[in-house]
């Protein structure tokens, strides 16, 4: 298993500022992966971010607006940019521990843009 | 391409009566396939998975679901609700053996009503 703790919890912030969220597991972990829930919606995957290269993005985000980090194999952040209400959602970090295999996350930001 | 199915997007059951949530996927030939439950407020919980072992997956919380390859179908049962059950439901799907980035599909979710 994976546990995963995920800073803040939740925000608010004004329109045209940056939120970075950050995302540390108490494991070594190959693969993790930042989500958007919009209100009432599903996840839909951002990006996946394995340490030692580059974030890949999803159709429809790009790296300006949600820049990612992966320092190291247990912490991960994911900056939401030039913020407007359109980017209130909740964000979640997960991990998995193979391809395939039981994913992991974390409690969720729940960020408001105001 | 891997897609899921959630059939209904609302169900709402009586307290003690059974539940029965609706899945359809659409993928390759050997999928892993999940539940997850989503409670207000918190995280996504798994409820269980199938990875190609017994058709019939027993998972937490008295849930249980069926891998039925003919129907493409894995749908979600439990025979008695509780309250502490209502929550949101997310059915998803992964095919190891695709290469890419994309490897959890989730459905649009299905939110379970439980009336007392």
Known sequence: SA???????????QRGTSLTIQCQVD???TMMFWYRQQPGQSLTLIATANQ???ATYESGFVIDKFPISRPNL?????????MSPEDSSIYLCSVEKGLGTEAFFGQGTRLTVV | AQSVTQLDSHVSVSE??????????????????FW???????????????TSAAT????????????????TSFHLTKPSAHMSDAAEYFC???????????PLVFGKGTRLSVIA
């Not at chain 1, 546990?3 to 912030?13: A, F, L, M």
């Not at chain 1, 247990?74 to 030039?82: G, K």
């Not at chain 2, 003690?16 to 390759?28: A, E, F, I, Q």
């Open chain 1, 3 to 13: 546990v995963i703790s995920q800073k803040p919890s939740r925000d608010i912030c």
């Open chain 2, 56 to 71: 019939l997956v027993k998972g937490i919380n008295g849930f249980e679901a069926e891998f039925k390859k003919s129907e």
């Open chain 2, 16 to 33: 003690g009566t059974p539940v029965l949530l609706r899945c359809n996927y659409s993928s390759s030939y050997s999928p892993s396939l």
């Open chain 1, 74 to 82: 247990t912490f991960s952040t994911l900056t939401v940019s030039n």
């Open chain 1, 27 to 29: 494991s070594q972990v």
């Open chain 2, 36 to 50: 997850y439950v989503q409670h207000p407020n918190k995280g996504l919980q798994l409820l269980l998975k199938y």
């Open chain 2, 92 to 102: 998803v799907v992964s095919d190891p053996s695709l290469s890419g980035n994309t």
């Open chain 1, 52 to 54: 030692g290269s580059e």
